[in-house]
């Protein structure tokens, strides 16, 4: 039997077909970004935030504005940071002319050695060379490059994702300050900051004396609700499997309406039952309480790095999410007293395993699957 392609995609960005597009909120954002506002934007991992700005990527390019994305979600060091913009650059090689100029100038500051001419393409190639020597050559190279990113065009779009990175560096700010600087001086230029980590972004923001204290238009990345499960039941049915509406809801519900562990159950539902027509809430549960199962032993691993206290403390947010600082709760999961429970919540916010919600007494947990797991172990 021919072997169908599965219609669902996980784990990283989505494009195309496996993308559910956001054309309101989309052009929200473009409607700040033409009128030079910078932009954050904050969502929890695995909601969307870089297929959405890929999308974005590609109108703006469309409308004729160079824009370059960097991906700091990994770096530790400002090499690393200079390594990612470098790579932005790099990467819009088939740009052609628009970057030539810039690329000539990161050559003569002798950031990427002398360009060549790709002989099939006609495109201007270059690699870049990574041995910068002392720290300060590091931070003079970043600035220019910034400013050689200003000379892209008339209008130049640089989006940064994964932003919180910059305030984890410790520099005493400087990578923050420079960033806070260029945005003053590029003229041209709008940033798109891109954020996972609530706490973090919004101290940046709101911490007077920070760089980044009133300079950007925080937007929150929307959650997908009905319509996205009316896309997942279409996506189903591209390949002739029916679904009931009642199981993606009852799915969405469950991943606390994470796009991301709602398309990987629906790809695995696939991929382990390739006779499958039909799908049904009880379909849905045992793919959703197999994943969870294989993320098993990450779990405990995780649990046994935190203290009694703290794996208590989970297990009662994981279980009654909406009233945790109940006197009741606080004395069943034994632990000691309000401001102890209160002291945890702050230390397991700063290991990114919980997350504050907007209303009071209730915690979000990063990765909804540890809560499933956490509620299973309880039972
Ligand atoms: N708009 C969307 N339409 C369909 N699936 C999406 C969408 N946004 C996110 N996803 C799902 O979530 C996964 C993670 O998306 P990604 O953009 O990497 O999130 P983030 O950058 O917020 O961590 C994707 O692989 C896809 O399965
Ligand atoms: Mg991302």
Redesign the pocket.
Known sequence: MEKVKNP???????EGE?????PAFSKNVRAYLDNRINVVLY?????????????LMKEQSREGKACLLIDIFNITSHKDFLRQVLRAIKSKQNFGHKFKDALEKLAKLKLIPAMDVDPSTGQPSFSIQTDFSSEKDIRELIQDAFMAIGKLDDSVLVII??FQKVSQIEDGGWLEGTIRQQMQELKNTVFLF?G?RKSIIYDMLNNQSGPFYKTCQAVD?PI?GDD?TD?VMDRFNTIGISCDKRAITELRKRVHN???????VCFHLIAENPEIKHVNLESIEQILHKIVEQNAYAFETLLNSLTTLQGRVLRLCANEPTAIYSQELIQRYEIKSGPALATSIKSLKSKGILESSSSKGQVIFDDPLFQIWLQKECS
Do not use: C, H, M
């Open positions: 669902f995609k996980y784990g990283s960005a989505v496996y993308y559910f597009p956001l969502g929890p991992r695995r909601f969307g935030k870089t297929s959405f700005l890929l999308d994702d994964e891109s996972s990345i997908l996205f896309w994470t796009p991301n562990y709602i398309q990987q």
